[in-house]
């Protein structure tokens, strides 16, 4: 069972991929690179909208969802950011490139999240080699968008 816990990030970063490049396409279909990221957004909330009704997963009151701290509901809006943003670089630096950057940035702060503990994470300190790896995927990067 754990191996499945490291098989769907894999599966993730496939889907990111693929879902880039269909992004891409309808943003160059419509020319509107913010009502493609509109639609992305409303077919995976028509999704998990029957993903729900499916699992008839019950739905928090008012009241419960009134006590979560109000930061914690910007993961949409972060989400709007990775997917307007994939969507107007994709067809202008590659998919490669664009997927390179992203994860360096992602190793980048995940790093730091980890080193202080941020959003509740457990305490993880940079050591030597964690950050000769994220050295090594910044580099990588940069070789990877050198003209």
């Known amino acids: 069972m754990?191996?499945?816990?490291?098989?769907?990030?894999?599966?993730?970063?496939v889907s990111m991929s693929i879902q880039s490049g269909v992004n891409g396409q309808l943003r160059a279909a419509l020319g509107q690179p913010l009502i493609a990221a509109f639609i992305s957004f409303l077919s995976g909330t028509v999704t998990l909208l029957l993903l729900l009704l499916l699992t008839r997963t019950g739905f928090p009151s008012l009241q419960e969802l009134g006590t979560v701290s109000v930061y914690k509901y910007t993961g949409g809006m972060l989400g709007v950011i990775v997917v307007t943003f994939v969507i107007l670089s994709v067809q202008q630096v590659g998919a490669s490139n664009m997927f390179v950057l992203i994860i360096a940035g992602q190793l980048v702060t995940a790093l730091l999240m980890d080193h202080f503990g941020i959003l509740g994470l457990q305490l993880n300190p940079v050591n030597f080699q964690k950050l000769a790896g994220i050295v090594l995927v910044v580099a990588g990067a940069y070789l990877v968008t050198r003209k």
């Open 2 to 13: 754990k191996y499945l816990f490291y098989l769907l990030p894999l599966i993730a970063g």
